[in-house]
């Protein structure tokens, strides 16, 4: 006997894909698997509200929720998979080397509540500019890289769009896309170059400073170097020794002044000129009967030395060889200037004058006689 052939109904339907399956009415409400995309569905009877009949249709399956992977399962070899709560308190091992994962939670995303725009108030009325309208990353070649050159410590550039991107150091040299329009950017540094520059100009001075220099007693300068040895310099005017010494100063402080030594001898005198030849006799003449009474001529004074007395007490012996030329008082430094004056007799008499101490002021040192 031949096997009875199945008389039943076979219908048609078209899965979403668009693939066609045929099935007959027993496996109406069942879930129906495709073969060409795989998706799920199930067939139902619609009626139609028009001809009233009823036909076959594909409806699709409602997706179940996926269950919750708060947890990550990470093994040491790198292999890892996420994991519910229940999976992750149980004894879960690598499928590839065996070994125990560890149990990750990762770090819940932070809410992104936007930029926040603040406006500072400004005097201007003229209003902003809206920003350019966003360009589709479509329209944009990969090639097109646009190059921006930021001078040190810029942390921030403004692309095309209007969109403001923060530059960090690892940023420098690299190809990133703006947020906004998806262009392709290159930040580079500017190289700093003299011509970028400020030029600062310095007003000049129209009395220029003169510099500073060692001079003797008498004016005339010396050689400083030549005074700091141990013979010390000799002045080529006045021919006095000026040696330079260091002084402890009653607040502590070590200065650097001349010491003027001694003065060379005078000039040997020069001989005395030889006896005159004597002179032919004079003829006498009778004396008058009435003479006049002549005065006696003044005795000029004697200006060989003379003793002079300091501000501070000390009593200095000054002579002629002493005029134009300045004396220093050993007990206090004072410096005095002698001078030659006529009084009112007409005789010439030594003038003394005091000019001050020669530490006096700023304390200075040998560099200033550089």
């Known amino acids: ?35 060409k995309c795989g998706g799920s569905f199930t067939v139902g009877w619609t009626k139609s509200p028009y001809s009233g009949k ?38 879960n091992r690598c499928p590839g080397c ?37 360009v589709p990353a479509s329209s944009v070649a990969g090639s097109d890289v646009r190059v921006i050159r930021i001078d ?14 923060l530059v960090l150091n690892q940023s420098i040299g690299q190809v990133m896309s703006c947020p906004g329009c ?10 700093s170059s003299s011509s970028t520059w400020p030029r600062v100009s310095l007003p000049g001075s129209k009395t220029p400073t003169p510099t500073p220099g060692l001079f003797c007693r008498c004016g005339q300068g010396v050689d400083i170097a030549q005074a700091m040895t141990s013979k010390g310099a000799v002045c080529s005017a006045c021919g006095e020794t000026i040696t330079m010494e260091k002084v402890r100063t009653s607040n502590k402080n070590t200065i650097v002044r001349p010491r003027f030594g001694p003065k060379p001898p005078p000039p040997a005198a020069p001989p005395p000129p030889k006896a005159a030849a004597p002179l032919p006799e004079a003829i006498e003449l009778p004396t008058a009967e009435f003479t006049e ?29 002493d005029v134009g030329k300045n004396i220093q008082c050993p007990t206090c430094l ?24 020669m530490d006096e002021g700023d304390t200075w040192s040998l560099s200033d006689f550089k």
Do not use: W
């Not at 006997?1 to 008389?7: I, L, N, S, T, W």
């Not at 065996?98 to 926040?116: C, H, L, Q, S």
């Open 1 to 35: 006997m031949g096997q009875k052939q199945d008389a039943r109904t076979l219908y048609t339907i078209n899965c979403p894909c668009g693939a066609a399956v045929s099935l007959d009415a027993r496996g109406f409400g069942k879930p129906i698997v495709c073969r």
């Open 54 to 91: 009823s036909s076959a249709v594909a409806v699709p399956l409602a997706k179940k929720q996926a269950a919750a992977t708060p947890f990550i399962l990470v093994c040491a070899c790198g292999y890892r998979r996420p994991a519910g709560t229940a999976e992750a308190t149980g004894h």
């Open 98 to 134: 065996g070994k125990v994962m560890i149990v990750e939670k990762p770090a819940t995303p932070k809410r992104d509540n936007g930029t926040k725009r603040v406006s500072l108030p400004t005097t201007s009325r003229t209003p902003t500019p809206a920003p350019l309208p966003a």
């Open 152 to 165: 040190a410590g810029t942390q921030t550039v403004e692309c095309v769009c209007g969109e403001k991107i």
């Open 182 to 191: 998806s262009r392709k950017l290159k930040v580079d540094r500017r190289e």
């Open 293 to 321: 009474p002549m005065s006696a001529p003044y005795a000029p004074r004697d200006l060989s030395n003379q003793a002079v007395f300091c501000p501070c007490g000390e009593a200095l012996m000054v002579g002629p060889d």
């Open 334 to 357: 004072i410096l005095i200037a002698v001078d030659r004056i006529r009084d009112m007799s007409g005789n010439s008499v030594l003038r003394v004058r005091s000019i001050g101490k």
